[in-house]
Structure formats: structure tokens, C-alpha cells
């Protein structure tokens, strides 16, 4: 059974940068591809960035091209999500799972708060 397990959230003041860090038991991401995704009070959940296991290649939402960069380390089951010059609107529940996603993959996610 797949377990999805993400940290690294927490307050920030909009501009600064957050890591946020997801680990995986079990074959969660072998062969496919890993993405980060978020939710904000009253919006459905956003896709932002994915990373194929293989090979590596990256896939972006253009909302966060260019502030986020998503990777991963295999050996670790871990997929990570490194965010600069955050924004308000980044507040949200930000999660990880395959993409595209698993309905059975969702876990709790870690709050970012982006403050003024």
C-alpha cells in the first residue's frame, strides 16, 4: 500500500522561499511520474509541477514556471519542491502524488501560509 507523506510547509512572508519535501513508501512514483499539486480554501486542487521518474524531465503549470522547481532522489522514494519569491496566492494545502493523479494516492499535505 502506497503512503504519501509531505512536509517542509509552514509561514513565510511573500517573497521569501519555501522546500517542501514528500516521501513515498512503497512503488508510489517507479515508472510514472511524481507531481506536486495544491489547494486553496474554495478552489479546486491545482496542479503546479511534475517530474517523470525516468527521466527526469519536468513539466511546469506556467503559474509557478520560473518560482518553482520540482526533482526527486530515487533512492529515497522522495520528490521535492523548492519555492522562491512566493506570492499571496500561493497560500494553500500543498500535496504530492503520481500525475496524473491517484484518487487513492491523496494524502494530508502541509499548509503553506504566505503572509504580507
Known amino acids: 500500500q502506497v503512503h504519501l507523506v509531505e512536509s517542509g510547509g509552514g509561514l513565510v512572508q511573500a517573497g521569501g522561499s519555501l522546500f517542501l519535501s514528500c516521501v513515498a513508501s512503497g512503488r508510489a512514483f517507479d515508472g510514472k511520474n511524481a507531481g506536486w499539486f495544491r489547494q486553496s480554501p474554495g478552489k479546486e486542487r491545482e496542479f503546479l509541477a511534475a517530474i517523470s521518474w525516468v527521466s527526469g524531465n519536468t513539466y511546469y503549470n506556467k503559474t509557478v514556471k520560473g518560482r518553482f522547481t520540482i526533482s526527486k532522489d530515487n533512492a529515497k522514494n522522495a520528490v521535492y519542491l523548492q519555492m522562491r519569491d512566493l506570492e499571496l496566492e500561493d497560500t494553500a494545502v500543498y500535496f504530492c502524488?503520481?500525475?496524473?493523479?491517484?484518487?487513492?494516492?491523496w494524502s494530508q499535505g502541509t499548509q503553506v501560509t504566505v503572509s504580507s
Open positions: 502524488n503520481r500525475w496524473p493523479a491517484r484518487d487513492d494516492f
